[in-house]
């Protein structure tokens, strides 16, 4: 008999005794993000809309602009949610409950994740569903405060486009993707542990407005698909997509005995701008509430914090970058705003390989997006950048193997 305090004994197959899982009908998050929105839309607009009835005209009335304009604020969140709850209501239910069957079941480290859903769509040449796996490590930490925080990086990320046939009355999407050996296995959710989440969406255009989160299970079963022959990153649209996105943030060109590689001003400026946005509205409203007569908290925390987002998405908006391989050795330029920032010439002899380095992840929502750099290993133990704001490690890889083709330098990821 087991003590109360002895470890259970881990299953030989502890993806059926999750009930989510055990039919290999895996079921998406959409359901609860319906129920949650509503629950904040309905919880936040009864706190709102009486609290604003009543406080805005005695504010007014005061002359206390900036209480009325902070209750006002609450009231648009309170409206945008419920829009919100709506939108996400009708997606619901135009799509109604999709599900996946994943092939193999569960989804194989070191080997494939297969997996196949029906939706009521109907079939036209052009639908195109793109597949992202991701495995991620969420954690808990105590901040200075005392107070608990969450955190969710990410470990690995892969993606392709899925295969799209009509059935029925709808469309049948299937997708495989190769996992590499050495990645954790799925955990139970308590504490800190690592989960696998699978986002399919639609890059369709007309555009479709299809997007789903699962949370998947993957183990290390070494397990191929038996149904899936098609590797979905190799598919002729996943491919066009990553020599796209490589076009718009790289222009390369070979040269006698080498390459040479120019990222313009301006790259994923779409990206940039927004956070130049986010910085400067947050200093804007630090400096405000300073001179409104907030504590001086205020104007440090946001204005510094906004500050500093609006430096960096300035900066990376603003430079460019210029890279020349050659047999004689590496060249780098960096301009910002058109001078001469920062540059590097090295001797082909000092030269030691090139290096793919996960530079940051971004969020929006649930989806995660991975961004790359490529830099040059010195043999002074120094590293040279000579690329970056590569999105997905699909584009990532694509640059750095072609860089190592062009320079006959050895590639490896850090």
């Not at 183990?219 to 066009?240: C, I, K, R």
């Not at 990222?263 to 400096?287: C, D, E, K």
Request: with cysteine; aromatic share 10%; proline share 6%.
């Amino acid at each position: 008999m087991t003590s109360p305090t002895q470890p259970r004994a881990r299953s030989a197959q502890p993806w059926l005794e999750r009930k989510a899982w055990a039919t290999n009908r895996i079921r998406s998050h959409k359901r609860w993000e319906v129920i949650i929105l509503w629950g904040f839309a309905v919880a936040w607009s009864l706190l709102a809309t009486p609290l604003a009835y009543v406080q805005i005209p005695r504010a007014l009335a005061r002359g206390e602009t900036l209480v009325a304009g902070i209750i006002g604020v609450m009231l648009l969140v309170a409206v945008g949610l419920l829009v919100g709850a709506v939108r996400t209501t009708r997606d619901a239910r135009r799509f109604g409950d999709v599900a996946l069957q994943l092939d193999p079941f569960p989804g194989s480290i070191g080997g494939h994740f297969g997996a196949s859903t029906v939706l009521p769509v109907a079939y036209r040449p052009g639908l195109q569903f793109v597949a992202t796996l991701a495995c991620l490590h969420h954690s808990t930490r105590r901040t200075t405060g005392g107070d608990t925080e969450a955190r969710e990086s990410v470990l690995w990320q892969g993606d392709g486009m899925a295969q799209v046939q009509p059935q029925g009355d709808g469309i049948r999407l299937s997708f495989r993707l190769d996992v590499p050996k050495g990645l954790p296995e799925s955990e139970p959710t308590e504490g800190d542990h690592h989960a696998w989440c699978l986002t399919l969406e639609s890059r369709s255009d007309p555009p479709l407005a299809f997007e789903r989160h699962f949370d998947v299970p993957v183990y290390a079963t070494g397990e191929a698909s038996q149904h899936l022959v098609l590797d979905a990153a190799q598919h002729p649209a996943a491919v066009q997509s990553r020599k796209a996105q490589l076009d718009e943030v790289a222009h390369l060109q070979h040269t006698p005995g080498g390459v040479e590689l120019y990222l313009p001003y301006g790259r994923t400026w779409q990206q940039h701008l927004a956070w130049l946005v986010f910085g400067l509205s947050f200093g804007s409203f630090g400096v405000f509430a300073g001179r409104m007569g907030a504590p001086l908290i205020f104007p440090l925390v946001f204005g510094g914090l906004g500050g500093g987002f609006a430096a960096w998405a300035f900066f990376a908006l603003s430079n460019s970058l210029k890279v020349q391989f050659s047999p004689q050795g590496l060249r780098t330029e960096r301009r910002l705003l058109g001078f001469i920032f920062a540059w590097h010439q090295v001797p082909r002899s000092d030269l030691r390989g090139l290096q793919l380095v996960q530079s940051y992840t971004s969020q929006t929502g649930t989806r995660h997006t991975v961004w790359f750099r490529i830099r040059v290993a010195l043999k002074n133990g120094k590293t040279i950048t000579v690329a970056d704001s590569l999105r997905g490690r699909a584009v990532a890889d694509q640059m750095l193997q072609a860089l190592a083709k062009a320079t006959g330098l050895p590639a490896r990821s850090v």
